[in-house]
């Protein structure tokens, strides 16, 4: 058998020199030399498999791009190939073609070779291919309808019960609470942000939210409905007796070894209640500014900003559009053991390490208002505040940004300019606020092109022009990208997102305007001719880069 380090060679993944230095660093450290080669940034996890592979004449594939017969997956159950790290990828010459991360594991082999009735042949893939892999087609939809069934006929011994107890009395293994566990988790699975359970008026609908857009995931009868609801209920801390009235909880859920939080709300309908869970994993609070897709120029402008020791920053945008996550970024970047970090929110949505957050209760009489009065007395540095609401809260954060704090915040604004008159409609003086805000962010997110199946294309002039396209006939056309679809994105063309941003700072020409009055159009004419980039001009800087397609920018831009 060939040594591993011949065969490196021999494919050119390694240069003589780089294995000499790879050798001594093993007698070192004392682990196998793919490891070493890996750990020092010499050789991918993919290229050492492959080698590996190689070396003992098996075949290694890349999932990512292979394509994964569905009728070979269905041969084995998803437990089995969750527990062994295994995937049926194909049927060859009437043998059942198993990627594996460990070949040499014969129990696995063994149990796939009953379970199919067909002779296994065993390719190699990496252990991250497999989970993702495992994650997208071994997906838990065929159990919860099983699941859905078998509820339905358990309820019999239910008939002379109140349904909203039901999910009070069953046991950990019963079929309603193995029902809601894979929602949650098939959820987390497909990188969603919310889950709805809708009732309507013949069965029970659960959508999630990917990327921005719902999908409808499952249609269960009708029956199941309170059992669902009562059960989220009772996770949640709900009070599962009241349904006239809309209600809020928190759950949390192990997935993989991550504690992931879930934000829940429940709603009244015609049909019975709405149940929306938002998907909060706590890996979004770490980010990093540099992570947030800013261009340069907007990153320089907003860093000066943030940097200053007093003011005040906004970041606008509808719901959903990614305030949250920058507000959190920010905070990352300003936190430091000799700064006092304070934040009000309602709710805590992300817990911070080394950062006092403060939960709003109105029924306790603990408003936004009066929270912000009382951390103000605090001694803190940088104060975060959910959301602006109304006057009273504004003038106190006004005030706070005045007098020596840094003020973060959201405001709820189609865009940077309109900012400014918002807050003077609220009913803040306008001298005040041109004095105390710095800089405003407005943002959307647009769904990111899938990196493995984008295509390169020239649009034409009409195409151009219809998107309002900073483009003028005689130009040359420019090159783009559009979604195509692949398995890795799940035939959508799209995985991920990104944000669009408008970074305007507050200059003293838009103090004047501000004091003057002035509309919000006027304000950021002003603001573009200092050199603003609006968010339409930064999408359409992220399409000529080959980060999102046009049709995204025509969608979350108006």
Known sequence: MKQLGDILLDEGLVTEGQLMAALDEQAV??????????????????????????????????????????????????????????????LLEGALVLAMADPGNVLAVDDARTLSGLPVRTVVATHDDLITAIDRFCRADEEIDDLASAFEEEQEQYADTDL???????????????????????????????IHIEPTEKDLRVRYRIDGVLHEMQRSPKQIQSGVISRLKIMSDIDIAERRKPQDGRMSVTHHGRKIDLRVATLPTVWGEKVVMRILDNSTASLDLRDLSFLEENYQTYQESYTKPYGMLLVTGPTGSGKSTTLYATLNAVSKPEINVITVEDPVEYRLPGINQVQVNP???????GALRSILRSDPDVVLL??????????????????????????????APSAVTRLVEMGIEPFLVGSALDCVVAQRLARRLCGKCKELYTPSEVELIAARFPWSPGDELPAMYRPVGCSACSKTGYKGRLAIHEVMRVTEDIERHAVAHSSSADIGRTAREQGMITLRDDGWTKVLLGDTSVEEILRVVA
């Open 29 to 90: 450290r004392g682990e196998s030399l793919g490891r070493v080669l890996v750990e020092i940034g010499m050789l991918s996890e993919a290229q050492l498999v492959r080698a590996l592979a190689n070396q003992v004449g098996m075949e290694f594939v890349e999932l990512s791009d292979y394509p994964v017969d569905r009728n070979a997956v269905a041969l084995l159950p998803g437990a089995l190939c969750r527990r062994y790290t295994v995937l049926p990828v194909a």
């Open 164 to 194: 909203s107890k039901v999910g009070d009395v069953v046991e950990d293994d019963a079929p309603i609470v193995r029902f809601v566990n894979l929602l949650v988790t098939q959820a987390i699975q497909d990188r969603a942000s919310d």
């Open 363 to 369: 029924k306790a009489g603990l408003t936004f208002a």
């Open 386 to 415: 959910g959301e602006i609401r109304d006057h009273e809260t504004a003038q106190i954060a006004i005030e706070a940004a005045l007098t020596g704090h840094l003020v973060l915040s959201t405001l709820h604004t189609n865009d």
